[in-house]
């Protein structure tokens, strides 16, 4: 279980303090919980802030009862939390069997590599000996990205945004990932998304605007809110954006 | 042999014994063991020069060269030439490479001169390994020089590799190539310390057809200084590429001078160089995989130089 109480995050442009979140407070212990909300709401800030990317300016996060506010990103991840990269970093001469190797923390052997890549729809052998280098495609960099949060089998894993930046055909064979994932998960899942296909797998939904918890619920209480309101416009705009892009 | 010896051996020709096929082993500036085969042929030089001649008959096909250096003695200055000449058709592996252990003050030294006489369509591998270690004070220098004469539709490839444990290194590469030659070289350095690594690589491509690809991946860390150099001059309807990627790390620099003379209208030259330190957010992504700053950083070194 995560819980973050009170968290606010701000950062000084020139001389003047810019709030990006203010006075949020979540508990996530369900299987599948989406963030959703506008652009620029401040949900990524609120994933990096529980990877330990950023810290809080006040205000505690918690994982499992402890308090990890002030814990590095290394603690945190030995902890169990994993954070999927919305933009997948890329490494020259680091083959995507080392990366997954690292992820799972042990030299693992070729069939356990493979069975990560077959999970997240990677045909194994055309990619276990690929660098992780800009060879890859987007949507092949987000897979593999996946595929070392699964090599991992942490408690809690956060992904921010997977649709962003991949074409139509990449983004249904991610759902059908996410979909797979949902029904093996140990722990929770905590995904930042735009997609109503993601919404709509999740147990509980956060609309977060402007900084704070707009709301928050079952999916079935959530989700008709926002289908419909100015958020869900904001919504389908970005879905047709992810979807002209090929 | 002793075991340092051997040691030495391993990291610089991954040799754990005699090797197979024909070898050549220098130790502390003399001839420690030798074998030709039937078709490649190790003698001594004619020039009373240091060194020796490694023939490979014509048509030679899969057979390779072992020609290790192995340098313990402290103070020890060995400057030696040889001369490979490689017959038409042929399409052989050469492995050389030099290992110094310096438990003395003085400085040990070895200067290789190794010139490539690659015939018509002959293919070489040439894979040149170097390594020094020591607990004394005294310093490892190593002064490669490569000439490289390609005759028509040949094709080298070079890789160069120098890890650890030499202070200093001053390292010429020159190529000359005719019509249809191809030259692919790959070097990797790390320094570290004080040490310093001038690499210098000049391509001359003359004929119709050919073509170089150089590229160097180099991490300089801790006070060390690199200098990457290379010049490739297109003299006639040829491609060439040079590139020159670094990672600086602590208070290393590095210099990157390319210097691309296109000679001729359908010459294709490109050059590349990226320096800086490794990226933020790759640390951060090995981070979030539970691995300290440390040893992110070391990965990331490690599969860059791999």
């Known amino acids: ?246 | 042999m002793d075991e340092i010896e051997k040691m030495l051996l391993l990291q610089v020709a991954d040799l754990h014994k005699i090797p197979e096929g024909a070898y050549n082993i220098r130790k502390d500036g003399a001839g420690e063991g030798r074998r030709s085969t039937a078709n490649i042929e190790i003698a001594e030089r004619s020039d009373g020069n240091p060194g020796i001649d490694i023939i490979v008959k014509p048509g030679t096909k899969r057979e390779s060269v072992h020609i290790p250096v192995v340098i313990t003695r402290s103070g020890l200055q060995d400057t030696v030439y040889n001369d490979f000449y490689i017959g038409e058709d042929a399409d052989v592996l050469i492995i050389a490479g030099c290992g110094i252990h310096n438990c003395g003050k003085q400085q040990s030294e070895h200067s290789g001169v190794h010139t490539f006489h690659i015939g018509r369509n002959a293919r070489v591998r040439y894979v040149e390994k170097h390594y020094g270690e020591g607990d004394g004070n005294g310093e490892n220098v190593m002064n490669p020089t490569t000439q490289i004469l390609m005759e028509e539709g040949a094709q080298m490839e070079m890789e160069t590799t120098q890890i650890k444990g030499i202070d200093s290194t001053e390292r010429v590469t020159r190529a000359e190539l005719k019509a249809g030659a191809t030259l692919v070289i790959r070097e990797k350095i790390y320094t570290h310390g004080k040490q310093f690594a001038k690499t210098d690589f000049s391509v001359d491509l003359n004929g119709d057809g050919s073509s170089a690809d150089v590229v160097s991946r180099s991490v300089a860390a801790q006070t060390s200084y690199q200098e990457f150099i290379s010049r490739i001059n297109g003299n006639g309807r040829c491609k060439g590429h040079t590139e020159c990627d670094a990672i600086i790390m602590d208070a290393a620099r590095v210099t990157a001078v390319p210097e691309l003379s296109a000679n001729n209208v359908d010459a294709e030259l490109i050059h590349e160089a990226a320096i800086g330190k490794i990226a933020g957010e790759q640390l951060l992504k090995l981070m979030t995989l539970g691995l300290s700053e440390q040893e992110a950083e070391e990965q990331i070194i490690k599969g860059f130089l791999s």
């Open chain 1, 1 to 246: 279980m995560l819980e973050l109480q009170n968290v606010c995050f701000s950062v000084k442009n020139g001389g003047e303090e810019k709030i990006i979140l203010n006075d949020v407070s979540l508990k996530i212990g369900e299987r599948f919980v989406a963030i959703t909300g506008p652009n620029g709401s401040g949900k990524s800030t609120l994933a990096k802030l529980i990877a330990g990317i950023l810290t809080p300016t006040s205000g505690k996060i918690l994982f499992d009862g402890e308090d990890v506010t002030q814990l590095s990103v290394t603690e945190r991840a030995r902890r169990g939390i994993s954070f999927a990269f919305q933009q997948p970093v890329r490494f020259k001469g680091i083959t995507v069997k080392d990366l997954v190797s690292l992820a799972a923390g042990k030299k693992i052997g070729m069939n356990e590599a493979c069975s990560y890549l077959s999970e997240v729809g990677l045909c194994a052998r055309d990619y276990i000996d690929r660098e992780v280098d800009a060879s890859l495609s987007g949507g092949e960099l987000k897979r593999i990205e996946i595929a070392t949060i699964l090599a991992r089998g942490t408690r809690f894993s956060v992904f921010d945004e997977p649709e962003a930046g991949i074409d139509l055909w990449s983004f249904q064979n991610l759902i059908a990932v996410f979909e797979k994932m949902y029904r093996k998960v140990q722990g929770s899942i905590l995904i930042i998304s735009h997609q109503e296909r993601i919404l709509n797998i999740a147990d509980k939904i956060v609309v977060i605007a402007g900084g704070r918890v707009d709301r928050e619920g079952a999916r079935e209480e959530v989700l008709p809110h926002i289908l419909g309101s100015s958020a869900c416009r904001a919504l389908t705009d970005k879905m047709e954006e992810a979807n002209g892009r090929d």
